[in-house]
């Protein structure tokens, strides 16, 4: 790098060479340790956009020495050098790869250090409790133990404040997994139509011809929460040839695996006999009941949404009771999300703080008490990052995208 003037902490503007010949003009912004990303001294080069450009400097710093990043390097090593805890480092990992806005949204709390400071309140409720017991036990002739009533309280409150943060434990999955919306129904009634109307693309081929669709089609629909539309063959039970019968079984495995079922019917024939067995297997899940060719039809069905996928009349409609039905959740009102791993640490505790509590109940000793409230803490500091095991940390990063 050339520049005329370069100096440290300062945006510094000039080339990118090797050796005579000139590759990018650039701005090289110099991060010292510990006010970095990383904790560490780092160099951010900022170019001209392209694919090209950026390889060129890319295999010049390769050239130079450096190597590239490992999955989730900069955050592990920012978490190696105690600028964040592991839960705003998982949450880095979730915003990078949240499927939709909300979830964006709700994950910056972590980064910001919401969960982080909540845990490390109930730590510092469970030490103070631990400290007055082993007080008790070490120094019997100097300090008196706890009062077992004193204990009781103390854990019904850590207890309560657990299940707070696990409170929102349902709804953090279903933001981070998404849930899966299966469109069925006989063949050409317009499920192909319908799924690429609610996506507002043509994804699926559609034809009068019965039987098109002969495999199961996935796309991501943006409700708030990831919703996994599903495009299934027409269910029918006559003779149909070895590849649409393939496509039939996928079509009833896929109806069985929905969170959510639109069963779509023909509105201008109304519900024969075939659609009524399909509805069978439909009425004992959560569904919704489409009629669509709304247009071919004055008659109505008060069981149904009534919408014509071709020419998008009653989509908006469809779309809002379909939000309703998959997405009552509201993100501004989610105020801890956590992951499978930190659920299962705050589980853990939870369980030894109960185990803590009966025992105070019963006035056990309160040095076996002790045992089950070391365990509580054991578990929150895995989730936080001060327990760790190397085999847990790599997992979590090897999660990650490149680099970051």
């Known amino acids: 790098f050339t520049s005329p003037n370069f100096e440290p902490k300062k945006f510094n503007h000039g080339w990118i060479v090797d050796g005579d010949k000139k590759i990018d003009e650039v701005i090289v912004l110099p991060f010292f340790a510990p006010n970095s990303y990383t904790g560490e001294n780092v160099v951010e080069i900022q170019a001209h956009g392209g694919i090209n450009v950026i390889k060129n400097i890319l295999n010049l710093v390769l050239k130079s020495g450096a190597r590239m990043a490992e999955k989730g390097e900069f955050t592990k090593r920012a978490f190696l050098n105690k600028k964040m805890d592991l839960s705003q480092a998982e949450s880095v990992a979730d915003i990078i790869h949240s499927k939709t806005s909300d979830f964006a949204k709700v994950s910056v709390n972590n980064l910001a250090g919401v969960l982080r400071e909540k845990i490390n309140e109930i730590k510092n409720q469970i030490f103070e409790v631990l400290s007055k017991i082993t007080a008790g036990i070490d120094f019997p002739e100097d300090v008196k133990e706890p009062e077992y009533d004193y204990l009781i309280d103390k854990f019904e409150e850590i207890i309560n404040s657990i299940d707070k943060i696990l409170a929102g434990a349902n709804a953090s999955n279903i933001f981070r997994q998404g849930v899966s919306v299966a469109i069925v129904g006989k063949p050409n009634v317009g499920k192909s139509s319908l799924f690429n109307a609610l996506l507002s693309l043509d994804r699926a081929i559609v034809t009068d011809i ?25 269910i029918r039970e006559d003779e149909v040839n070895k590849v649409e019968q393939i496509g039939i079984e996928y079509s009833k495995q896929s109806l069985n695996e929905a969170d959510l079922v639109l069963f779509v019917y023909d509105a201008g024939e109304g519900l024969k006999d075939e659609d009524k067995e399909i509805y069978e297997l439909v009425k004992g899940k959560n569904h919704i009941i489409i009629a669509n060719k709304s247009d071919k039809t004055s008659a109505k069905n008060d069981d149904a949404v009534y919408i014509s996928a071709l020419n998008g009349d009653g989509i908006s409609e469809l779309k809002s009771i379909l939000t309703k039905k998959v ?13 499978i791993r930190q659920q299962e640490c705050l589980s853990k505790a939870r369980s030894s703080l109960e185990q803590a509590l009966m025992a105070a109940q019963v006035r056990e000793l309160q040095d076996l008490i002790s045992i089950d409230v070391k365990s509580a803490l054991l578990a929150l500091d895995e989730l936080t990052g001060e327990l760790i095991t190397d085999d847990i940390l790599n997992n979590i990063f090897d999660n990650f995208c490149i680099g970051k």
């Open 327 to 339: 997405c009552n959740i509201e993100p501004e009102n989610i105020e801890f999300v956590t992951n």
């Open 210 to 234: 019965a039987g098109t669709t002969r495999d199961v089609i996935r796309e991501t629909l943006d409700l708030g929460i990831p919703v996994t539309l599903v495009d299934t063959a027409g």
